[in-house]
């Protein structure tokens, strides 16, 4: 095992502190063992880093850089988190207990491409644009006017972030804040925190001014409600379950805070009927459903969890699915062997085993799975598990799981299949299947969600990722989530 991530305390005003918060030790959800020991931040400590954020933003020079300095000020909080990447791989695999094939690629690969990303994106952005008025509109007699869109920076940022890819969500608020001139507090969830304390060590290597990046890991909740009321915040940016998140839009109400919501999904995979009528029909259906097991045992708000199939074609689609999820290795997420690692903690190993008794109860089968692993008798695994579900209403269509838990429904036709997909309160990213992209264009935009993938997928941080309905709202990623951290003023100059 290499070292994890040596920063265990918060970050604050441009020092480390040492936490008044009662000490926090995170354990190994694959071992149960304590892998690290946080010093905490108490109530007054996360208002001494609003309060430093706050300074840092009103008095500068972070907010009114020029654009190409804070460029090469994030670079190098960039270079610093690169030169970290063996360190943040074994964290993650120790931290989340998340397999280290996916960990490599996904968690830590993506995260540092993601800046590199980030860094062009923001770089080719204009910091002012002409509204659209008329030619004529720029005249007024014999002088001239212009109209113009200029963006600013919103202010301090709260950052709140989960446990299931915290390293990648921890670069794509923080990141894209900082290019936009905020200044930010990021409070990380206290199953991984030191995923976001390395954000400390960051931010002294890169040299930011003091106060322009600010860590505070708690262990209870005390400290991410005071990020959500105090009028020293400006933005909550926020990503994990729908219940906190309405719980957040409620405490950030009073003072009009912009909220950034991206909350949970119930995701579909809509195989269209002429995905059967190729050879390969239902083995391409097995291939695309394999990824929510795969990754990171389903704690993904993003994984395809309900899977859409004509009618006729649900008991062999459930069969085969069945019959490829019993295969997946699972166990120790260190070893490359493993596909599938164990679940954050025993409270969601509880939470997923209780939604797939309810299912049964409901009438579901549980074709595989539906238990712990007989060969592990330590760590938060669970078994690969496909549910014949013979309704939309089954428990485990219709509540979100985080665990490697997927729904196999069936549908009479396009019309029904489309209703099934949006019958339902989330709407984060679903998928269509087929092999004519007019009609896979055309379930697509009668689909009610912030993403819809037509056969393939594409995530980086060029592309916006963000929910309908309960999923939440704003965006995190591409042009729209740099912009989410930035006002629109509109300017106006005329010649006298």
Known sequence: ???????????????????????????????????????????????????????????????????????????????????????????????????????????????????????????????????????????????????????????????ITPYNFPLITNVWKVFPALLAGCTVVLRPSPLTPLEATVFGELAEEADLPTG????????????????????????VSFTGSTSVGRAIAGQAAPSLKRVILELGGKSVALHLPDVFDAPTGIGSV????????????????????????????????????????STLPIGDPSDPANFIGPLISAAQLDRVHGIVTDSQAAGGRVATGGKRPAHLDRGFFYEPTVIDASSNADPSAQREIFGPVLTVLGYHDVDEAVAIANDHELGLSNGVYTGDLTLGLSVANRLRSGTVQVNTGWASAYTPMGGYKQSGYGRERGAAGIRAFQELKHLVVGSR
């Open 1 to 159: 095992m290499t070292d994890l991530v040596a920063a265990r305390r918060p970050f604050v005003d441009g020092r480390w502190i040492t936490g008044d918060g009662a000490p926090l030790d995170v354990s190994s959800p694959a071992t149960e063992e304590v892998v690290a020991t946080v010093e905490t931040a108490s109530a007054s400590q996360t208002e001494a880093a609003i309060l430093a954020a706050r300074r840092s933003f009103d008095r500068g020079p972070w907010p009114t850089m020029a654009p190409a300095e804070r460029i090469a000020a994030v670079r190098r909080l960039g270079d610093a988190l690169e030169a970290r990447r063996g360190i943040l791989v074994e964290t993650v695999i120790q931290e989340a207990g998340c397999p280290c094939g996916v960990t490599e690629m996904a968690q830590v690969g993506m995260a540092l491409q993601s800046v590199g990303e980030l860094l062009d994106l923001y770089g080719r952005l204009p910091e002012w644009e002409h509204n659209e008025v008329p030619l004529d509109g720029h005249l007024v007699g014999s002088t001239v006017r212009m109209s113009l869109r200029r963006y600013e920076a919103a202010g301090v940022v709260a950052a």
């Open 212 to 235: 322009v990046l600010n860590v505070v890991p708690e262990g209870g909740n005390e400290g991410g409600v005071l990020l959500s009321t105090h009028p020293g915040v400006d933005v």
């Open 286 to 325: 097995v291939a695309a459903a394999m990824p929510v097991f795969a990754s990171h045992a389903g704690q993904g708000c993003a994984l395809q969890t309900r899977v859409l199939v004509p009618e006729q074609h649900r008991a062999a689609v459930v069969d085969a699915i069945a019959a490829a999820a």
